[in-house]
């Protein structure tokens, strides 16, 4: 199992009155599956996403990946997690600015492994980058014309699919999506949705909070979010 959650729940406190943003949710996913979990706005979905994440920790329950229970890990290792086996895209802008586009699509293959002492790259590493699988996602995402932008030069919509690229750029395990589709039009939805049912028919786990209904025909499992509860729809 890659991912699995086992009766979690977190609690938040406002205006002095406890409430639970996630309510008792039990939930495994698999290799080969493309998730889909929508409701309306304040009903938890963020939150478990970045309970997913290892962002937040659970006021109770796990939240496992391959077994292992992420509040056990020190934040180092939740770091070298979320570096190496789980792909994010948040809603938040997170590129780098001084980056240009395929410098920050490229970004995560030139992180150092784990127990590497020097966080920059070996000559031998820089040559090897895998630019071409950054090209080709930049393609599939209609934006090749931006590889050398920056992304103050960019639209929303253009820096969404740039972050799109980048977390699909290590084909990690699991991949993380929150809102990825929200300012893209019809066509460039259908390629992003495209993208991640062939992750997901690749081996990895694909989680995606959505309001848009266009994901429902590319996904396998369907959820609904709802005051903090989660119902798998059938």
């Known amino acids: 199992m890659l991912l699995e959650l086992c009766e ?19 939930l495994e996913i698999d290799a080969n599956q493309f998730v889909v ?24 329950g796990t939240v496992r990946v391959s077994g292992e229970d992420l509040s056990g890990l020190s934040d180092r290792e939740l770091s070298q ?9 948040t809603q938040q802008q ?20 784990q127990g ?13 980058l895998p630019v071409n699988r950054a090209l080709d996602l930049l393609e599939k995402l209609d934006i090749t014309d931006l590889t050398h932008a920056w992304p103050a030069e960019l639209s929303g919509g253009e820096m969404r699919r740039v972050a799109i690229a980048r977390a699909l750029m290590t084909q990690p ?7 990825p589709t929200g300012d893209l ?10 993208l991640f049912r062939e992750l997901a028919q690749g081996g990895s786990t694909v989680v995606m909070v959505t309001h848009d209904a266009a994901a429902y025909e590319y996904c396998n499992r369907r959820f609904d979010m709802l005051n903090g509860r989660l119902e798998e729809l059938q």
């Open 8 to 26: 979690v729940t977190k609690k938040f406190s406002r205006r002095g009155r406890e409430f639970n943003a996630v309510d008792s949710v039990s």
């Open 37 to 60: 979990i929508s409701g309306k706005s304040g009903n938890g979905k963020t939150t478990l996403l970045n309970l997913m994440m290892g962002l937040l920790r659970p006021s109770s």
């Open 81 to 89: 997690l979320r570096r190496f086996r789980l792909g994010m895209i």
């Open 94 to 113: 997170t590129l780098v600015s001084s980056l240009n586009v395929l410098d920050n699509v490229v970004l995560p293959a030139t992180l150092p492994e």
């Open 116 to 128: 590497r002492s020097s966080g920059q790259s070996s000559p031998a590493a820089v040559e090897s």
């Open 173 to 179: 395990e699991i991949l993380l999506a929150d809102e």
């Open 185 to 194: 039009d019809d066509d460039c939805t259908a390629a992003v949705l495209g």
